[in-house]
């Protein structure tokens, strides 16, 4: 008796193992997280591709998009390139919790030095610029940076200073923008846009 329960056990072992193997072998038609493609780990041409790609399909099936920052940012700069290029170098976007952050390297002499004041005189020609804020869908299409702070050259910004700087580059006031918020274009074909557990979600 004893007997048949090891070998039963040892069958009910084998039967196991045969149902992984065969799992992992056909876990291609089975639906599931393994199924979606890796999400990329560095800033690359590749990012930008495969955000491209979810970007097509929110288009033409309706698909929400998850981005994390290293796909957005790889969007920004391999595909949105001239935009940046006489503004800031090597623009970074970040997403943490609810918030996104937007960092890059900036020329001084694209400051508005009456805003900045007499810190204009110490800064480097270039440094790291950092913006923080929140984000959120103002019109379909149209989105908004709800600015927190930031700094320049790793020197915060005072708060009425910033506000002055947020008016001047932010051009033509639009219905239900803030004093403090930044407003700009979605992708084409983007409706809506969000940062939600640290991912910036789009959708049409």
């Known amino acids: 008796m004893a007997r048949r329960g090891v070998v039963g056990k040892l069958f009910l072992l084998v039967f196991l193992a045969l149902l992984a193997g065969g799992a992992w072998f056909f876990r291609g038609l089975i639906p599931g997280p393994w199924n979606r493609p890796p999400v990329p780990m ?41 935009r940046f290029a006489s503004d800031i170098e090597l623009p970074a976007v970040t997403f943490a919790g609810e918030d996104v952050q937007v960092a890059g390297r900036f020329p001084k002499d694209r400051l508005p030095a009456k805003e900045v004041g007499r810190a204009m005189a110490y800064l480097p020609d270039t440094a790291d610029v950092a913006v923080n804020g929140t984000l959120r869908t103002l019109a379909p299409g149209r989105a908004a940076l709800k600015v927190s702070s930031a700094s320049f050259a790793r020197i915060p910004i005072p708060r009425d200073r910033l506000n002055q700087v947020i008016d001047r580059v932010r051009g033509l006031d639009e219905p239900g923008l803030g004093a403090d918020e930044v407003a700009f274009q979605l992708p084409p074909g983007v409706g809506s846009a969000r940062v939600e557990n640290g991912q910036l979600v789009l959708a049409r």
């Open 42 to 82: 560095a800033v690359s041409e590749e990012a930008a591709v495969a955000t491209e790609e979810k970007l097509k399909r929110l288009r033409q099936d309706g698909d929400t998009v998850h981005l994390s920052g290293v796909e957005f940012t790889s969007y920004l700069r391999y595909r949105m390139a001239g």
